[in-house]
């Protein structure tokens, strides 16, 4: 098994920056990527950012390139999220997941999932 816990989440005005964490634990060594996911009210939850966790080779959706920014500490079994530039349409609950596919992208390759944490942007 593999626990995921992430913090970070909060609020923020438009154009603010917001830093989740995501920190792993339990059989580390059985993934190959780890992802960020957001669920905002009423939608399906849609990948965001992803890394490959030998690589550190990234994905980003289009709706967040050139914004946020995913990086990983293999030793520390952590993996963050920097969003910056946040506007309304960011808000969302976050979760942080884990996939035994290095390039993992479609929800049902990942099998480890955290609480979530939610950001709200106001406009």
């Known amino acids: 098994q593999v626990q995921l816990v992430e913090s970070g989440g909060g609020l923020v005005q438009a154009g603010g920056s917001l830093r989740l964490s995501c920190a792993a634990s339990?059989?580390?060594?059985?993934?190959?990527?780890m992802g960020w996911f957001r669920q905002a009210p009423g939608k399906e939850r849609e990948l965001v950012v992803a890394?490959?966790?030998?690589?550190?080779?990234?994905y980003y959706a289009d709706s967040v390139k050139g914004r946020f920014t995913i990086s990983r500490d293999n030793a520390m079994n952590r993996v963050w999220l920097q969003m910056n530039s946040l506007e309304p349409r960011d808000t969302a609950v976050y979760y942080c997941a884990a996939s035994r596919y290095h390039s993992g992208r479609a929800l049902s390759d990942y099998d480890y999932w955290g609480q979530g944490t939610q950001v709200t942007v106001s406009s």
């Open positions: 890394i490959d966790w030998i690589s550190g080779a990234p």
């Open positions: 339990g059989r580390t060594f059985s993934f190959a990527a």
